[in-house]
């Protein structure tokens, strides 16, 4: 894809664009929808990323649904987009509700298997790496152990 923002003021635009972000939500509560996919290799280790902007915690790939997106169609978006991969299968594992910034959020969790290795686009997405399920990150997200008790019955 080309970019006509060179990557660090990329980056800069996003990191103030979620803070105005992060103050909208907590005053107008907007009701917020996205998704998370887990990814796992073949030793199942699980993908987890980390954005250039908000907390920088270790989270699970993924993002908001734009207006009218289905969820499915937003979790392929999100995986090309910031990882550079398509996927070949998406299978719902479920839904996790919470707030984020004060605003309700509803995240719809995937499975999938990657067509090749992601590559962080290095201005959304700073960093991917395979983690054991057994040996993750402390700086993660909350999120992602939410997540991943939406697998337990898998």
């Avoid at 699980?46 to 734009?66: A, D, E, F, I, M």
């Avoid at 398509?86 to 984020?100: C, D, K, Q, S």
């Avoid at 959304?124 to 991943?148: I, K, N, T, Y």
């Amino acid at each position: 894809m080309l970019h006509l923002t060179p990557a660090p003021l990329h980056r800069l635009a996003l990191r103030l664009a979620h803070a105005l972000r992060k103050v909208w939500w907590r005053v107008a509560k907007p009701r917020l929808a996205g998704v998370n996919v887990r990814v796992l290799d073949g030793q199942r280790h699980v993908l987890l990323v980390r954005h250039s902007y908000g907390s920088r915690s270790w989270t699970l790939p993924g993002g908001g649904l734009k207006r009218g997106e289905p969820p499915l169609a937003a979790a392929r978006r999100e995986l090309a987009e910031e990882l550079g991969c398509t996927v070949e299968e998406l299978i719902p594992l479920g839904v996790n509700e919470r707030r984020l910034h004060g605003a309700p959020c509803v995240t719809h969790v995937y499975a999938a298997t990657l067509d090749a290795l992601p590559r962080p686009d290095g201005r959304e997405v700073s960093e991917a790496r395979f983690f054991s399920q057994d040996d993750l990150p402390s700086g993660r997200a909350a999120m992602v152990d939410a997540a991943l008790a939406l697998l337990d019955g898998e």
